[in-house]
């Protein structure tokens, strides 16, 4: 998942003003960083630094915003567009770390500063968002970006600048401006809150196990890591599993107790949604104040708004696309519990196949047909040898070497830093860093991001991107290392994928480089990364069991890939079905009762009642805990349609055919958004995306 986070927007950088000067030399974000590659100083960062920090940056944006207003010159190019690329260093910095921290490190006292923080930072965006006399220069520029003799990538960052700013307000009325802005803040306020919810119902939760015959089916790794965290609390002798991925996940598919996996089922999908941690009435006011957005930005509702700002241009598009790939999926998926409800029968059951059974009997049935246990195959997927593996594919592909780069500044211990070069000149390429393991400051789920972006910022200081990935999986233990799970595997590639693109990054522009394309466009290169880590060839050179060092066995490697076709129609059911989901709320005026309309629209589409959506609204942060996704959550899919054409050509020509490779990070890596998606999609594969390659992909056609 790329994060998106909405009050970034605009905020990018220039040249330290003698503002910054003015304040507190000993806040590491009011002077030059002193580290390599301008790397942020964490052991110096204090969460007393960000509110100062915050204030001087938005005092600077200020000064610089008016420089740029009062130049009575003609709005061109070098006096109102690339000034407003680096509008405030300061802002950017402490933002950049800011983001992080509230993601991954977000203690008591952090967020606790971030309430005060967040209105802040909207407010700081509002200022040059809806500045009507910033907007006209914009608009000027726009205007006559023809007759300026400006590069076909100049007139893309013009236009990207008056598209974006019309789609913020700036072109709306006074009286207009000002709802807006009201808006604005109470849904910025909402999101808080529902963060706060969902982080404080997940540390909440628990599923205790006294008597160890209950923990039979589950892997010796999962109960070591329960005892742990059972002692962590005080409980030693007994077992604690928490709704975080790599606790919850072994419960459900290798508990032979199913009392045990229903506890653990239920308490998951039932998070944030009840009690003083409950997210419903959060979400009935969001939807509300959504729509109501959208309203005051001319539109009939804010699915309407959201989509016809990327390729699909209106709900009706995304919906029919979700149900060209839904449809079949529940085809599909009715097969599966077909055959796990036989399995069920035939070892004497007695009972209906229920959601908290799918994993624990897809699994069952997959060792059947297929002699496939994932805990023959987790001892051949230690973390590090993981991370070889994606090391070595990007060096295939991409010509650039991962560097270890152990005195690096970090925020934590187990974090690790890495110094991204040519693998031929030696040049620096960019900086990287992952944090992979859980805990309870850190979000679920996984995730890129970027504490510098890469491009223009002023007059001979062209940067490169620092980027990070954050994992929640499963830690060490004192017999063995971090060993990931198949899915584990996939997420580390995919969100490697995202981080490669931002690494990779050629654009000149910082609003154009990197992840900084259309949300339906965003996930492709996560997706198609995923691809290589079970490739044959691939897993042979880096799969290696963690205690002898052999190499994954060729029946292993050829079950994997025999089965990887296996169980996707749940898998894409419950992606489809919470995208469908997101539409509906955004085409919704009102929603009063949260989890009848969650039923509702589960009965229209016609959901198996043995599958849930991906994410249940009280915990679907990609929708409720900010705008990044809302209305735009079948992106992936959308994305995934790419990603299935592209791979196809890979197939074709060889997984490291050289020009295959190059045309992909030329137009794909390096490009961003310096043409429009579809230009570059179709530069690399010779045609426009075709549809049924992700049926072919999934095994449907």
Same mark, same amino acid.
């Given at each position: 998942m790329k994060k998106i986070l909405s009050w970034a927007l605009g905020l990018i950088l220039l040249a330290p003003t003698s503002i910054a000067m003015a304040q507190d030399t000993q806040n590491p974000f009011l002077k030059p960083y002193d580290t390599k590659y301008g790397i942020p100083p964490f052991d110096k960062i204090k969460v007393s630094d960000f509110i100062p920090a915050i204030k001087a940056g938005i005092a600077e944006q200020d000064q610089n915003l008016f420089n740029i207003i009062r130049n009575r010159a003609v709005p061109d190019f070098?006096?109102?567009?690339?000034?407003?690329?680096?509008?405030?260093?300061?802002?950017?910095?402490?933002? %950049?770390?800011?983001?992080?921290?509230?993601? %991954?490190?977000?203690? #008591?006292? +952090? =967020? %606790?500063? !971030?309430?005060?923080?967040?209105?802040?930072? /909207?407010?700081? @965006?509002?200022?040059?968002?809806?500045?009507?006399?910033? +907007?006209?220069?914009?608009?000027?520029?726009?205007?006559?970006?023809?007759?300026?003799?400006?590069?076909?990538?100049?007139?893309?960052?013009?236009?990207?600048?008056?598209?974006?700013?019309?789609? *913020?307000?700036?072109?709306? #009325?006074?009286?207009?401006? !000002?709802?807006?802005? *009201?808006?604005?803040?109470?849904?910025?306020?909402?999101?808080?809150? +529902?963060?706060?919810?969902?982080? @404080? !119902?997940? /540390?909440? +939760?628990?599923?205790?196990?006294?008597?160890? =015959?209950?923990? $039979?089916?589950? #892997?010796?790794?999962?109960? $070591?890591? =329960?005892? @742990?965290? !059972?002692?962590?609390?005080g409980l030693d002798g007994l077992w604690v599993f928490t709704p975080h991925n790599p606790s919850r996940l072994p419960v459900l598919q290798y508990a032979d107790n199913r009392g045990l996996r229903e506890a653990m089922y239920k308490g998951y999908t039932t998070l944030a949604s009840f009690g003083k941690n409950s997210n419903l009435d959060i979400i009935s006011r969001i939807v509300t104040l959504r729509n109501e957005k959208a309203r005051i930005m001319g539109f009939n509702n804010f699915a309407e708004m959201m989509t016809s700002r990327v390729m699909a241009k209106t709900p009706q598009a995304a919906t029919d696309l979700l149900l060209s790939v839904f449809e079949p999926a529940v085809k599909r998926s009715k097969e599966e519990v077909k055959d796990m409800q036989a399995y069920v029968d035939a070892h004497g059951g007695g009972f209906k196949i229920a959601p908290w059974d799918y994993y624990y009997y897809a699994g069952k049935v997959k060792n059947e047909k297929f002699n496939l246990n994932e805990a023959d195959v987790r001892p051949y997927f230690s973390l590090e040898n993981v991370m070889k593996g994606m090391f070595d594919c990007a060096e295939k592909l991409y010509g650039i070497k991962m560097v270890p780069m152990p005195d690096a500044p970090k925020y934590m211990d187990e974090v690790q830093v890495f110094d991204v070069v040519d693998s031929k000149t030696g040049e620096h390429v960019a900086v990287w860093m992952c944090d992979y393991f859980p805990r309870d400051t850190k979000r679920q789920g996984a995730w890129m991001e970027e504490l510098q972006g890469s491009g223009y910022f002023g007059k001979d200081d062209i940067r490169r991107p620092i980027v990070y990935n954050v994992g929640n999986f499963t830690r060490p233990t004192d017999g063995a290392p971090a060993l990931l799970t198949i899915d584990e595997v996939e997420t580390t590639f995919h969100e490697f994928g995202h981080a490669l693109q931002g690494m990779l990054s050629r654009a000149p522009y910082k609003s154009l480089a990197g992840t900084n394309v259309d949300r339906d466009y965003v996930e492709m290169c996560s997706q198609i990364n995923e691809h290589w880590a079970f490739e044959p060839e691939v897993l042979k050179s880096y799969a290696r069991h963690y205690k002898t060092g052999e190499p994954i066995p060729d029946e292993l490697v050829k079950k994997i890939n025999e089965s990887s076709k296996f169980n996707q129609g749940f898998v894409t059911t419950e992606l489809a079905g919470a995208a469908l989901l997101d539409l509906k709320y955004g085409q919704t005026p009102e929603v009063k009762d949260v989890m009848a309309f969650e039923k509702k629209v589960a009965d229209e589409i016609g959901m198996p009642a043995e599958i849930t959506y991906r994410y249940r609204s009280p915990y679907f942060k990609h929708i409720f805990g900010d705008d990044g996704y809302a209305s735009g959550y079948y992106t992936y899919l959308w994305a995934q349609v790419l990603e299935a054409d592209a791979w196809e050509l890979f197939k074709q020509k060889g997984i490291f055919d050289k020009k295959t490779a190059a045309s992909f990070k030329k137009n794909i890596m390096e490009a961003g958004d310096t043409e429009d998606p579809m230009v570059l999609f179709k530069k690399f594969r010779g045609h426009n995306p075709d549809s049924k390659a992700l049926l072919r992909l999934r095994g449907f056609e």
């Open positions: 070098d006096n109102t567009i690339l000034p407003l690329e680096n509008v405030s260093p300061i802002l950017d910095k402490v933002s %950049a770390v800011f983001n992080h921290y509230q993601e %991954a490190l977000s203690t #008591p006292e +952090f =967020a %606790a500063m !971030a309430e005060e923080a967040i209105p802040l930072l /909207n407010e700081a @965006a509002n200022k040059i968002n809806l500045d009507q006399n910033l +907007f006209q220069r914009i608009q000027s520029v726009y205007q006559n970006r023809d007759k300026m003799g400006l590069t076909p990538v100049q007139k893309r960052l013009v236009e990207k600048y008056y598209r974006e700013f019309e789609q *913020k307000g700036a072109a709306l #009325p006074e009286d207009k401006k !000002a709802e807006l802005i *009201k808006v604005n803040d109470e849904i910025s306020k909402l999101f808080i809150q +529902f963060n706060k919810n969902l982080l @404080a !119902a997940t /540390n909440e +939760f628990t599923v205790v196990v006294y008597d160890k =015959a209950d923990l $039979a089916g589950l #892997p010796e790794s999962s109960v $070591a890591t =329960a005892a @742990a965290e !059972a002692k962590k609390r």
